[in-house]
């Protein structure tokens, strides 16, 4: 996977847990690349939108990530730092329970499993440890995340992994394309450009 071939721009329209549409932009930096993405949309009832720059180093380390969310139930911002080596602060308030992890997971966002996808893709057959710093939407709230890629096949410009969070119970095979951007994400989301 090459982030030099990252497009200009991506989208995915979410299904099944919600209905909505996310829009994300790629810029390339001297240190890195930031996301700048938003994701409108419906879920329980529940109508929200959230709004998200996102930089990471050129090892695909999340460095910050800003995160603004709007729902009925009111406006929130967030604040996530890290020191591009595991070590966190949220709203500016150290948090080493998020010690080792490497990436910003926003519930509102299919995007962001491309970022240790992009870090260091297995081969075949291996699974990775990729705990997440995992931002609930609306309301913003944080929690350490537990999950795992497992590359299972490489196929015509397509890549699939077996992804795994043990404490939700839940796993699906993602399949990203050649820029390391997800595709198809059961149950979740599908790629329209």
Same mark, same amino acid.
């Given at each position: 996977?090459?982030?030099?071939? /990252?497009?200009?721009?991506?989208?995915?329209?979410?299904?099944?847990?919600?209905?909505?549409?996310?829009?994300?932009?790629?810029?390339?930096?001297?240190?890195? *690349?930031?996301?700048? +993405?938003?994701?409108?949309?419906?879920?329980?009832?529940?109508? *929200?939108?959230?709004?998200?720059?996102?930089? %990471? +180093?050129?090892?695909?380390?999340?460095?910050?990530?800003?995160?603004?969310?709007?729902?009925?139930?009111?406006?929130?911002?967030?604040? /996530?730092?890290?020191?591009?080596?595991?070590?966190?602060?949220?709203?500016?308030?150290?948090?080493?329970?998020?010690?080792?992890?490497?990436?910003?997971?926003?519930?509102?966002?299919?995007?962001?499993?491309?970022?240790?996808?992009?870090?260091?893709?297995?081969?075949?057959?291996?699974?990775?440890?990729?705990?997440?710093?995992? %931002?609930?939407?609306?309301?913003?709230?944080?929690?350490?995340?537990?999950?795992?890629?497992?590359?299972?096949?490489?196929?015509?410009? /397509?890549?699939?992994?077996?992804?795994?969070?043990?404490?939700?119970?839940?796993?699906?095979?993602?399949?990203?394309?050649?820029? +390391?951007?997800?595709?198809?994400?059961? +149950?979740?989301?599908?790629?329209?450009?």
């Amino acid at each position: 996977m090459s982030a030099s071939d /990252l497009p200009a721009a991506a989208a995915w329209r979410h299904h099944t847990v919600r209905d909505g549409f996310e829009t994300v932009f790629f810029a390339e930096r001297p240190d890195g *690349w930031t996301l700048q +993405g938003h994701t409108a949309a419906v879920e329980d009832g529940v109508a *929200w939108a959230i709004r998200y720059d996102i930089i %990471v +180093g050129t090892a695909w380390h999340t460095r910050t990530a800003h995160i603004l969310s709007q729902s009925a139930s009111g406006s929130y911002e967030l604040v /996530l730092e890290s020191d591009g080596a595991g070590r966190w602060h949220v709203d500016g308030v150290r948090t080493p329970q998020f010690d080792d992890c490497f990436d910003v997971d926003l519930e509102a966002s299919a995007c962001t499993n491309t970022l240790p996808v992009h870090r260091a893709p297995p081969a075949v057959g291996v699974r990775v440890d990729a705990p997440a710093l995992w %931002v609930r939407a609306p309301a913003l709230e944080v929690q350490r995340l537990e999950q795992s890629y497992e590359r299972i096949e490489v196929a015509d410009d /397509l890549q699939r992994f077996d992804y795994r969070s043990p404490a939700f119970g839940f796993e699906a095979v993602l399949t990203f394309d050649a820029t +390391g951007l997800v595709v198809e994400y059961p +149950g979740l989301a599908s790629r329209v450009l």
